[in-house]
T-cell receptor
């Protein structure tokens, strides 16, 4: 069975700092990869996803992620964070072509200080 | 366009009782997924319904069950409630049943078992 690891449980940054959140997955086959965000008091929303093609994908609100197959990683990045980026971020994976359910990482709480 | 809706927002039950949670997918979406977000356990896949059929279930006991209606709405039933069933239950829907499809999440039902 696949698993997802997010090693940073809580990240605190000042506004304008750069962000990188780590995500590693364990699965031997081809996978689809997702980053979801949960803003305070709101429901989960998709930030970006990767399933094929260019391993550097761009999402909403200036976020991007890079898929590195050899490292089984899909790290999320943003060059300059804003206070409004304070939220919990979840990495998720599902195997291509078979199961549809998402396997989520434990989440990273990002706090951006004004 | 309305998003995924769930009812009720909060539900309080006692041990041994049954709980029924409801989900209405985005209009036109045929697949519905249920996830449990319990404290300390993260987001875990429960059930997947597509075109009225249960397609897959996660590692949960049989007292977690559900169904999907002809209008694609769905119901999650939890029988013989236990204290550890206290969690946020999230419903998601997708347009089709492809692994690359984005799952759109609802706001969740907070179930508290006393």
């Amino acid at each position: 069975a696949q698993s997802v690891s997010q090693h940073n449980h809580h990240v605190i940054l000042s506004e304008a700092a750069s962000l990188e959140l780590g995500c590693n997955y364990s699965y031997g086959g081809t996978v689809n990869l997702f980053w979801y965000v949960q803003y305070p008091g709101q429901h989960l929303q998709l930030l970006l996803k990767y399933f094929s093609g260019d391993p550097l994908v761009k999402g909403i609100k200036g976020f991007e992620a890079e898929f590195i197959k050899s490292k089984f990683s899909f790290n999320l990045r943003k060059p300059s964070v804003q206070w409004s980026d304070t939220a919990e971020y979840f990495c998720a994976v599902n195997p291509s072509g078979s199961a549809r359910q998402l396997t989520f990482g434990s989440g990273t709480q990002l706090t951006v200080l004004p | 366009e309305a998003g995924v809706t769930q009812s009720p927002t909060h539900l309080i039950k006692t041990r041994g009782q049954q709980a029924t949670l409801r989900c209405s997918p985005i209009s036109g979406h045929t697949s519905v997924y249920w996830y449990q977000q319990a404290l300390g356990l993260g987001l875990q896949f429960l059930l997947w319904y597509d075109e009225g059929e249960e397609r897959n279930r996660g590692n949960f006991p049989p007292r977690f069950s559900g169904r999907q209606f002809p209008n694609y709405s769905s119901e999650l039933n939890v029988n013989a409630l236990e204290l550890e069933d206290s969690a946020l239950y999230l419903c998601a829907s997708s347009l089709w049943a492809r692994s690359t499809d984005t799952q759109y999440f609802g706001p969740g039902t907070r179930l508290t078992v006393l």
